[in-house]
């Protein structure tokens, strides 16, 4: 298997280089409105909301400011195929602008236009994010009632364009079936509350500082959205694309993709951390594996059955639908003429090295089956 990945420094609200319904996810973030690091950024791509800030318009500005974004969400309608998927990840804002303070709900104000695209919004994620800011305390302190409670939490909107997604043909049946998640790794990711993302692998995380500035989402968040609501050999299409995580972790998790970036300079930031991406891949695979047969150490000790077997890892599996999972290990990356880049993968089930990966007491495995394997 090979996944080709490609980066367009350009504006992202023209994407007419995109066919319609060639992608068949987009994962993002938007530069925040109202958060002051993007002023800067809002403030070139719309000289309105540059004005009515200095004036101290703080509505206004937050309108200039979405009408910006607002060709971007209808062109991610346009490329997006039937039944196909976007998860945009974003924080409302406080801010004191012309002496009052006040929340500006960014979450709202793009899930009402994406209802006016014609998207059909599905259950969003609240990803828990606590904040060492020292704002923690906002307004009247101890004193009721003019005190503010703490954003401590973001977004991740999930909207389908039209229908659920059919898989008819052979191919993407199998690419379905070999692409399933574990039970266990279902149960804790469509939760919608995400608590466990600070402090995850950053193994794409390279220079956190640039990321941090940048706005850069975990690659965890990446990496688990993209399995969540693709299959392999999709594309996945992040038109905000910063430091190129949604990228990276597409190739990692075998997948295509294509990023639209605003910013050459980013270039640099997007290209350093590529070397990462196969051994950051095999990596996450392994912990796969490792937390399923961890999972299954639990399920021996509470003396819980667990009936199907996989059939390419020769452990046992919850659910029938588990049982053709095929993890495709990267292998090697490489650079296409500075604007893309693109990762083979091992296509045969994996013999995984026993001995590193397997825990103290191996797993109950049926008479005859494999240890798994890497
Ligand atoms: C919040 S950051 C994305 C961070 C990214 N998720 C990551 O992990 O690094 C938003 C990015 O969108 C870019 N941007 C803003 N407006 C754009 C536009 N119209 N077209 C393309 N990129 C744009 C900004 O330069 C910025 O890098």
């Not at 706005?215 to 694309?241: N, Q, W």
């Not at 910063?242 to 990276?248: A, C």
């Not at 910013?263 to 695979?285: D, M, S, T």
């Not at 046992?316 to 999972?325: D, F, N």
Request: net charge positive.
């Amino acid at each position: 298997m090979k996944t080709a990945h490609r980066v367009h420094f350009r504006d992202a609200r023209k994407m007419k280089f995109l066919p319609d319904a060639s992608i068949d996810l987009v994962l993002t973030s938007p530069p925040y409105p109202m958060i002051a690091m993007w002023d800067e950024t809002f403030t070139a791509l719309s000289p309105a909301a540059g004005k009515a800030l200095k004036r101290g318009d703080g509505r206004g500005a937050f309108s200039a400011m979405h009408r910006s974004l607002e060709p971007v969400w209808a062109e991610l309608y346009r490329v997006l195929r039937p039944g196909g998927l976007a998860c945009i990840n974003i924080g409302d804002a406080t801010r004191t602008v012309g002496g009052r303070f006040m929340l500006y709900p960014n979450h709202a104000r793009i899930l009402a236009f994406a209802l006016e695209l014609g998207f059909t919004p599905l259950p969003a994620i609240l990803w828990r994010k606590p904040t060492n800011a020292p704002t923690k305390f906002l307004g009247s302190g101890m004193f009721p009632a003019g005190a503010y409670v703490t954003l401590e939490h973001e977004y991740i909107l999930v909207l389908r364009k039209s229908d659920r997604r059919e898989f008819d043909d052979p191919d993407a049946k199998q690419r379905r079936r070999e692409s399933a998640i574990f039970w266990e790794e279902r149960n804790a990711w469509f939760s919608d509350v995400w608590m466990d993302l600070r402090g995850s692998r950053q193994a794409l995380g390279r220079n956190e500082a640039v990321r941090a500035r940048s706005g850069a989402f975990p690659p965890e968040l990446a990496y688990r959205l993209i399995l969540m609501f693709s299959v392999k050999g999709d594309t996945v299409l992040d038109p905000f694309l910063g430091t190129g995580t949604t990228l990276k972790s597409a190739a990692m998790a075998g997948r295509n993709s294509v990023g639209i970036e605003i910013q050459k300079e980013f270039r640099g930031e997007i290209f350093a951390g590529l070397e990462e991406v196969v051994p950051a891949g095999r990596a996450r695979i392994r912990a796969r594996i490792d937390e399923h047969l961890a999972f299954l150490e639990r399920c021996r000790a509470e003396q819980r059955a667990v009936k199907h077997v996989s059939r390419h890892y020769g452990f046992p599996v919850v659910t029938r639908q588990e049982t053709g999972i095929l993890l495709n290990l990267p292998e090697e990356l490489r650079v296409r003429d500075g604007e893309g880049f693109e990762v083979s993968y091992r296509a045969d089930p994996h013999r995984l090295d026993a001995a590193a990966s397997a825990p103290a007491t191996p797993p109950a495995v049926p008479a005859g089956g494999q240890i798994p394997l890497f």
